[in-house]
C-alpha cells in the first residue's frame, strides 16, 4: 500500500531564506503522482505544486519546486525566499492510482517563518 | 472564477444525531471527493464522485454515506453522530480531464459532536 512520511513535525526559517521540507513515498506503482499542499490556519487546502513520476523535470511553480529523487522516493518541497505568509501546515500527498482522485496524505509539517 | 464551496462551515451538533454537509465543485468540475481531517488521523480519505457515481470509498463505517448530483454537487451524510466524529471535513473538486488530477479543495465544514 502506498505511503507518505514527512519527517519533520515543525520547522523553523527565518524571513527570506530558503527552507526543505521533506517528503519520502512509498509504492509499487510505475506511474504515480505527488503533491504539495499548504494549509493556512483558515483550513482550507491550497494546491502548490504536483510532480509526475515519468517526468524527468523537478516542478516548479513560482517560489516553489519539489525536489524529485526517484530512485530515493523523495520528493521535498523547496520554498525559496520565504514570506511571513508561508507559515501554515505543509502536506505532502500521492495519487492511489492512475485514474483515482483518491489522495493519500503524510502526516504534515508545520512551518513557522520567523521576520 | 469561484472556488469550490462548502456549508456549512461550523456545526455543532450532539452524540446520535445526524449531520449532512454539502460540496459545490467549481464550475466545471465533475468529480468530487471528500476528505476528514482530526489530530490524531490526520487526513483521510471519505469518498470519491464522478459523474453521480461513488468511484471510490475510504475506510469508514457505513455510518457515513454521500452522493453526487447531475449538477455535480454532492452531499456526505453522518448518521447517529460520535464524539470521534468532530474534525474538519474538507471537499475536493477536480477538473477530471487534465493528466494530473489535481485536486482543488473548499474551506472545510468544522464539525464539533457534543
Known amino acids: 500500500a502506498q505511503k507518505i512520511t514527512q519527517t519533520q513535525p515543525g520547522m523553523f526559517v527565518q524571513e527570506k531564506e530558503a527552507v526543505t521540507l521533506d517528503c519520502t513515498y512509498d509504492t509499487s506503482d510505475q506511474s504515480y503522482g505527488l503533491f504539495w499542499y499548504k494549509q493556512p490556519s483558515s483550513g482550507e487546502m491550497i494546491f502548490l505544486i504536483y510532480q509526475g513520476s515519468y517526468d524527468e523535470q523537478n516542478a516548479t511553480e513560482g517560489r516553489y519546486s519539489l525536489n524529485f529523487q526517484k530512485a530515493r522516493k523523495s520528493a521535498n518541497l523547496v520554498i525559496s525566499a520565504s514570506q511571513l505568509g508561508d507559515s501554515a501546515m505543509y502536506f505532502c500527498a500521492m495519487r492511489e492510482k492512475d485514474s483515482s482522485y483518491k489522495l493519500i496524505f503524510g502526516s504534515g509539517t508545520r512551518l513557522l517563518v520567523r521576520p | 472564477k469561484a472556488g469550490v464551496t462548502q456549508t456549512p462551515r461550523y456545526l455543532i451538533k450532539t452524540r446520535g444525531q445526524q449531520v449532512t454537509l454539502s460540496c459545490s465543485p467549481i464550475?466545471?468540475?465533475?468529480?468530487v471527493s471528500w476528505y476528514q481531517q482530526t489530530p490524531g488521523q490526520g487526513l483521510q480519505f471519505l469518498f470519491e464522485y464522478f459523474s453521480e457515481t461513488q468511484r471510490n470509498k475510504g475506510n469508514f463505517p457505513g455510518r457515513f454515506s454521500g452522493r453526487q448530483f447531475s449538477n455535480s454537487r454532492s452531499e456526505m451524510n453522518v448518521s447517529t453522530l460520535e464524539l470521534g466524529d468532530s474534525a474538519l471535513y474538507l471537499c475536493?473538486?477536480?477538473?477530471?480531464?487534465?493528466?494530473?488530477?489535481?485536486?482543488?479543495f473548499g474551506p472545510g465544514t468544522r464539525l464539533t459532536v457534543t
Open positions: 464550475s466545471g468540475h465533475r468529480s
Open positions: 475536493a473538486s477536480s477538473l477530471a480531464e487534465t493528466a494530473t488530477y489535481e485536486q482543488y
